[in-house]
């Protein structure tokens, strides 16, 4: 039994993030599976542009809580290319005991309720 590394729990972040982009019919103009470069995902989609940002959240951080300085900062870059910018925060728990990390081939649990658009305040 072996925890995933920070590498291989983003990677599912993406994944789980990159399946719902895909249902809601966004288009892929780019993906950067690299943590720490940034956004994760440009996508088009109605014609405009859409920079999202992946975050993997471990137990007990709320995924739903973005760094604001980080994400407004992303913000104008993303209003600078005339698109709108995204966070999407993934939880991502061991099922038996969250203060346990998520194990390869075991059971996780994900909470994970979508994009959370970063607008001026």
Do not use: W
Request: hydrophobic share 35%.
């Amino acid at each position: 039994m072996r925890a995933l590394t920070e590498q291989e729990l983003h990677n599912l972040a993406m994944n789980i993030v990159g399946k719902q982009l895909q249902a809601e019919g966004y288009e892929f103009m780019g993906v950067n599976s690299k943590p720490k470069k940034n956004p994760q995902f440009v996508c088009l989609k109605d014609k405009k542009l859409h920079f999202i940002v992946v975050r993997n959240v471990v137990f007990p951080k709320d995924p739903k809580t973005y760094d604001f300085g980080f994400m407004t900062k992303m913000k104008n870059h993303a209003q600078k290319q005339k698109g709108r910018m995204y966070y999407a925060g993934v939880g991502l728990y061991n099922a038996v005991d969250q203060s346990l990390p998520v194990f390869l081939n075991e059971e996780y649990i994900v909470d994970y309720d979508g994009l959370i658009e970063i607008k001026d305040e």
